[in-house]
């Protein structure tokens, strides 16, 4: 078995008993297992780190350029940026969403090889490439808002139905959930804006003026303007709570809309057989 494939394969195994003690500690307030979900972690993030690493410099690249390289990138961000998460206000209900999801995106590259590649020529291009990564981080800092929005908009319900009590617990207080989503935001924030900066200055020299009448990428400048207008919103209008986290889901939707436009795009596909 190729070493790397092994450490992935390790990785998927630390990440999976995350998630169940994640989900454990969730769900059962005062739980003793909460103390190995970081050690837990930790290890995934290291474990992964090494297998990626190994990947590329096999494949004599140093960024992904196939789709279980992609799929591996975005969970070993989306664990990262938990991970800090955990740290920064010890909160584990949002663990007990994200780990899963890592878990499942880590699993398909810890299975077996993966024979979809990045087709253009252009995409072997080190810049390109750096795009790709930066626009992946923006998505899974979009990701872990979206979710700390939800958990704030499920604790608010709670809070004021008549049933408000012990059932809260599992929930981050409505602050702390409001401060996540708002500090992911300030982390994909430059990532976006760099991806997008590198991805238009290269489209411009190798595609032409074509590349900017593309629905993917008229759809990828139009979250970018709500990104702005949410930050700004947030920062010097005051915006929070409710109508923050409505605007938080807005903007994560038009981010789902700009990848589904992959499949009907004509000059910025990702990949192909």
């Known amino acids: 078995m190729v070493m790397s494939l092994l450490w992935l394969r390790v990785a998927v195994v630390l990440y999976g008993a995350s998630a169940l003690v994640a989900g454990w500690t969730t769900l059962r307030e005062g739980s003793r297992v909460r103390s190995f979900l970081q050690p837990l972690l930790i290890g995934g993030l290291l474990f992964h780190f090494v297998s990626l690493v190994e990947v590329l410099?096999?494949?004599?690249?140093?960024?992904?350029?196939?789709?279980?390289?992609?799929?591996?990138?975005?969970?070993?961000?989306?664990?990262?940026?938990?991970?800090?998460?955990?740290?920064?206000?010890?909160?584990?209900?949002?663990?007990?969403?994200?780990?899963?999801?890592?878990?499942?995106?880590?699993?398909?590259p810890a299975i077996g090889p993966d024979f979809e590649t990045f087709f253009s020529p252009r995409l072997r291009n080190g810049w390109v490439l750096a795009h790709i990564a930066l626009v992946l981080a923006g998505y899974s800092a979009l990701i872990l808002s979206f979710l700390s929005s939800l958990l704030y908009l499920l604790q608010e319900q709670r809070l004021k139905s008549k049933h408000a009590g012990p059932a809260n617990r599992w929930l981050p207080p409505l602050d702390t959930a409001d401060q996540i989503s708002y500090r992911m935001l300030l982390i994909g924030f430059p990532c976006m804006t760099l991806g997008l900066l590198t991805g238009s200055l290269l489209a411009e020299s190798s595609i032409g003026p074509s590349y900017f009448s593309d629905p993917k990428v008229?759809?990828?400048?139009?979250?970018?303007?709500?990104?702005?207008?949410?930050?700004?919103?947030?920062?010097?209008?005051?915006?929070?709570?409710?109508?923050?986290?409505?605007?938080?889901?807005?903007?994560?939707?038009?981010?789902?809309?700009?990848?589904a436009a992959n499949a009907f795009s004509t000059v910025h596909r990702f990949s192909q057989p």
């Not at 990138?73 to 890592?102: D, H, I, K, N, Q």
């Not at 807005?250 to 789902?256: D, H, I, K, S």
């Open 57 to 108: 410099n096999n494949n004599h690249h140093w960024m992904p350029m196939a789709v279980h390289e992609l799929e591996s990138l975005l969970g070993l961000l989306l664990a990262g940026l938990f991970c800090w998460s955990f740290y920064r206000y010890g909160t584990v209900s949002l663990g007990m969403f994200v780990l899963p999801l890592v878990f499942l995106l880590t699993l398909a």
């Open 218 to 259: 008229l759809l990828s400048f139009g979250m970018w303007i709500l990104y702005v207008f949410l930050l700004w919103t947030r920062r010097s209008a005051g915006v929070r709570g409710r109508r923050a986290v409505y605007l938080s889901c807005f903007v994560f939707l038009v981010a789902l809309s700009v990848w």
